[in-house]
């Protein structure tokens, strides 16, 4: 059965970080690249950050750039997202997302993350 569980969520104040992990089982991890997403209510879900199987590759919107960093752990089948000089409008709730180039694709449940004061 596959799985994607998101944790690592949870309340934090404008100019901190987080960590966010997606424990992967259930299917050949290191076969498939990783996404971060965010969905922030009544606004379409957004790509966070994207890095390829192995690791060595990572991709960012230009928005996020210089304040969010995936890794990934293949060892662990584990994919992580650091989160730096959070702002309020980072609020939303973060998934996890695995595609291999064949087009299969797997989604997490989700983490809630909130930035306020």
């Known amino acids: 059965q596959v799985q994607l569980v998101e944790s690592g969520g949870g309340l934090v104040q404008p100019g901190g970080s987080l960590r966010l992990s997606c424990a992967a089982s259930g299917f050949i991890f290191s076969s498939y690249a990783m996404s971060w997403y965010r969905q922030a209510p009544g606004k379409e879900r957004e790509l966070v950050a994207r890095i390829g199987s192995a690791g060595g590759f990572t991709n960012y919107p230009d928005s996020m750039k210089g304040r969010f960093t995936a890794s990934r752990d293949n060892a662990k089948n584990t994919v992580y997202l650091q989160m730096d000089n959070l702002k309020p409008e980072d609020t939303a709730v973060y998934l996890c997302?695995?595609?291999?180039?064949?087009?299969?694709?797997?989604w997490g449940q989700g983490t809630q993350v909130t930035v306020s004061s």
């Open positions: 997302h695995a595609q291999n180039t064949w087009g299969t694709r797997y």
